[in-house]
């Protein structure tokens, strides 16, 4: 069974930073693409970012351009989100994903959230 | 890249079918069968119910059904059952990730 446990978030003030973790387990790792979509309050999902099984594709979106870094570690099944230079639009739930099959395929098995609140 | 349009709610009574539609561009849903949606009851992870268009994943009922025309992609829920009120998200994931605003279905 595919399992996805995000950990790390948290409350931090503007301008901090935190290390969101990911561990995966029911699947091999390594061959398969890995996202971080997060939700704010009251608001859609937005995908954030995209690894692919060797590290070798990385994506992110402008909105987080710069200041979060995805990295995974395909010997411990951890996928990882460095979020920094917080800012308050960033709070959310960030969520953990699985593609369902191969790139072209969308995320298909998700974690159950790590809530991160940037707040003064 | 804009976030796809959905209605932000939509309701029915046990028994009865939904639809909810999902707007994007010639860019994004129009150009490609790369659409899926997601269940999603709060406080829980969500769950893919149609990828590429209209596919279910194994272990989603067929009352779940997914179609597209155009720019547009609508999840039709047929039988609606009490437990299907959720949130519903669509997605296109072709040349990006993009998501809609979510819609909250209410089974009367």
């Known amino acids: 069974e595919v399992q996805l446990v995000e950990s790390g978030g948290g409350l931090v003030k503007p301008g901090g930073s935190l290390r969101l973790s990911c561990a995966a387990s029911?699947?091999?790792?390594?061959?398969?693409?890995m996202n971080w979509v997060r939700q704010a309050p009251g608001k859609g999902l937005e995908w954030v970012s995209s690894i692919s099984g060797s590290s070798s594709y990385i994506y992110y979106a402008d909105s987080v351009k710069g200041r979060f870094t995805i990295s995974r570690d395909n010997a411990k099944n951890l996928v990882f989100l460095q979020v920094n230079s917080l800012r308050a639009e960033d709070t959310a739930v960030y969520y953990c994903?699985?593609?369902?099959?191969?790139?072209?395929?969308?995320?298909?098995?998700w974690g159950q959230g790590t809530l991160v609140t940037v707040s003064s | 890249q804009s976030a796809l349009t959905q209605p932000r709610s939509v309701s029915g009574s046990p028994g009865q079918s939904v639809t909810i539609s999902c707007t994007g561009t010639?860019?994004?849903?129009?150009?490609?069968?790369?659409v899926s949606w997601y269940q999603h009851h709060p406080g829980k992870a969500p769950k893919l119910m149609i990828y590429e268009v209209s596919k279910r994943p194994s272990g989603v009922p067929d009352r779940f059904s997914g179609s597209k025309s155009g720019n547009t992609a609508s999840l039709t829920i047929s039988g609606l059952q009490a437990e299907d009120e959720a949130d519903y998200h669509c997605?296109?994931?072709?040349?990006?990730?993009?998501f809609g605003g979510g819609t909250k279905l209410t089974v009367l």
């Open positions: 997605c296109s994931y072709a040349a990006s990730v993009v």
């Open positions: 994903a699985r593609t369902l099959l191969g790139a072209t395929t969308p995320p298909g098995y």
């Open positions: 029911g699947f091999t790792f390594s061959s398969y693409n």
């Open positions: 010639s860019s994004d849903v129009g150009d490609y069968d790369f």
